[in-house]
C-alpha cells in the first residue's frame, strides 16, 4: 500500500459527459501528479501540482483540468468525454517538488461508451 | 515522443535466471528511476539513480547508467515468478518537474 489513494476505483459514462477523479496523496506529500494510461499511448504525465498551484504540465487536453486543495487533495476534472478518454488514470505523490521517487495509487479505470 | 525507451518490449524467462532490461534517453537527466507495475495495478518504486552515479544496487536489482551512451540498464537476478510484471524506466524533464515514461519491458517469469 502506496499511501496514496484514488476514488473511484471504476467509473463508466457516456460520450460527453464530465467526470471528476479524486486523488489524496500520502500524509506529507506536497506534490501530486497526474498520468493516463492507455494501451496507445503508454504512461503520459498529465499534470503536477506542488502545495497547491500548478507546477508543471504535460500531456493534458484542454478538456481536462486539475486543482490541488488546500489539504492538498486534488481532483482530475475530464469534461466533454471522448471514447478515446478511456484509460487508467494514475496519481502519484511525493515529497517534494522535484522528479523524485513517486509513490503512485491504484487508478481509476474510465470507460468512456 | 518518448524519453525513455525499454528494450525488450517482452521477455520470457524460467524462474532462477537473470532478466536484464534495457532503457535508452534522449536528453540529458538529472536521474533515471525504475518502476514495476503488476497487471493493471499502480506503480512501485524500485530504484533511483543519479545522473552522477553508475551502478546502484537494492536486493536483487542491479541498474547501470551510461550518460555517455544515455542509457541504462536493470538487471533482476534469480528470478521468480512473482517478478512477472511490467517494467518501466523514466526520466525527469528538463525542468526536473516531472516523470517522463517508457512504454515498458513485460517480464513473464515461468516456474
Known amino acids: 500500500d502506496s499511501g496514496v489513494t484514488q476514488t473511484p476505483k471504476h467509473l463508466i459514462t457516456a460520450t460527453g459527459q464530465r467526470v471528476t477523479l479524486r486523488c489524496s496523496p500520502r500524509?506529507?506529500?506536497?506534490?501530486v501528479y497526474w498520468y493516463q494510461q492507455s494501451l496507445d499511448q503508454g504512461l503520459q504525465f498529465l499534470i503536477q501540482?506542488?502545495?497547491?498551484?500548478?507546477?508543471a504540465k504535460g500531456n493534458i487536453l484542454e478538456r481536462f483540468s486539475a486543482q490541488q486543495f488546500p489539504d492538498l487533495h486534488s481532483e482530475l476534472n475530464l469534461s466533454s468525454l471522448e471514447l478515446g478518454d478511456s484509460a487508467l488514470y494514475f496519481c502519484?505523490?511525493?515529497?517534494?517538488?522535484?522528479?523524485?521517487?513517486?509513490?503512485f495509487g491504484p487508478g481509476t479505470r474510465l470507460t468512456v461508451t | 515522443s518518448q524519453q525513455g525507451e525499454e528494450d525488450p518490449q517482452a521477455l520470457s524467462i524460467q524462474e532462477g535466471e537473470n532478466a536484464t532490461m534495457n532503457c535508452s534517453y534522449k536528453t540529458s537527466i538529472n536521474n533515471l528511476q525504475w518502476y514495476r507495475q503488476n497487471s493493471g495495478r499502480g506503480l512501485v518504486h524500485l530504484i533511483l539513480?543519479?545522473?552522477?552515479?553508475r551502478e546502484k544496487h537494492s536486493g536483487r536489482l542491479r541498474v547501470t547508467l551510461d550518460t555517455s551512451k544515455k542509457s541504462s540498464s536493470l538487471l533482476i537476478t534469480a528470478s521468480r515468478a512473482a517478478d512477472t510484471a511490467s517494467y518501466f524506466c523514466a526520466t525527469d524533464n528538463q525542468a526536473g518537474t516531472a516523470l517522463i515514461f517508457g512504454k515498458g519491458t513485460t517480464l513473464s517469469v515461468s516456474s
Open positions: 500524509s506529507g506529500d506536497l506534490s
Open positions: 539513480i543519479r545522473s552522477n552515479e
Open positions: 501540482y506542488y502545495n497547491g498551484e500548478e507546477r
Open positions: 502519484a505523490s511525493s515529497p517534494h517538488g522535484l522528479a523524485s521517487e513517486q509513490y
